[in-house]
Nanobody, 122 residues
């Protein structure tokens, strides 16, 4: 099992910055292959924001490229999302996720955090 706890959300003015953190724990954390951030705005579907693999490869949604940076601290099993030049359209609940496989080739198991609210005022 993997437990994820997010922190760092809040209210910020447009153009400002926030850093989200996601701490992973549990007996299965060593099987995590990638972690990421998704977000869900009111009335919209959850969408991918950024991912990072165990090897450090990253991927970003086009809407956040050049503004957001995902990184990880392996020693503390924590993933970060640095968000700069925030826009009102970035307002959403941000969720951390972790993907793992029990054994190579087995189905991916995804764990989710509880979410943290990010509100960007204009």
């Amino acid at each position: 099992q993997v437990q994820l706890v997010e922190s760092g959300g809040g209210l910020v003015q447009a153009g400002g910055s926030l850093r989200l953190s996601c701490a992973a724990s549990g007996r299965s954390i060593f099987s995590i292959r990638s972690m990421g951030w998704h977000r869900q705005a009111p009335g919209k579907q959850r969408e991918l924001v950024a991912t990072i693999t165990s090897g450090g490869s990253t991927n970003y949604a086009d809407s956040v490229k050049g503004r957001f940076t995902i990184s990880k601290d392996n020693a503390n099993n924590t993933v970060y999302l640095q968000m700069n030049y925030l826009k009102p359209e970035d307002t959403a609940v941000y969720y951390c996720n972790a993907d793992r496989r029990v054994v190579p080739g087995s189905p991916v198991i995804t764990s989710w955090g509880q979410g943290t609210q990010v509100t960007v005022s204009s």
